[in-house]
Nanobody
Framework: QVQLVESGGGLVQSGGSLRLSCAAS????????MGWFRQAPGKEREFVGA????????YYGDSVKGRFTISRDNAKNTVSLQMISLKPEDTAVYYC????????????????WGQGTQVTVSS
């Protein structure tokens, strides 16, 4: 069983930056691919990005490509999401998620989820 806890959300102006972190415990973190998703009110959960267990490959959703960067530190059991050039449409609750083996882009393919952290981008 893996527990995930996100942090780092908040209120930021359009064009600003935020760095989200996800701390994992209770499992072999380095054996899990990690994903970030977000969900805005009234919308479906959206794939933001994912990273392989080793950190050598990353994948991003089209809406964040070039602005968001995922990284991980297996020694510290953390995965991060660096967000720059934020837009009001990035406003959502951001979730980290874990699954064994390879990353995936569909939310239902992830087994473990954090509670989410709110990101609000003002115009």
């Amino acid at each position: 069983q893996v527990q995930l806890v996100e942090s780092g959300g908040g209120l930021v102006q359009s064009g600003g930056s935020l760095r989200l972190s996800c701390a994992a415990s209770g499992g072999s973190f380095s054996s899990y691919a990690m994903g970030w998703f977000r969900q805005a009110p009234g919308k479906e959960r959206e794939f933001v990005g994912a990273i392989t267990w080793s950190g050598d490959l990353t994948y991003y959703g089209d809406s964040v490509k070039g602005r968001f960067t995922i990284s991980r530190d297996n020694a510290k059991n953390t995965v991060s999401l660096q967000m720059i050039s934020l837009k009001p449409e990035d406003t959502a609750v951001y979730y980290c998620a874990a699954r064994k083996k390879i990353p995936a882009t569909m939310a239902h393919e992830y087994v473990y989820w954090g509670q989410g952290t709110q990101v609000t981008v003002s115009s």
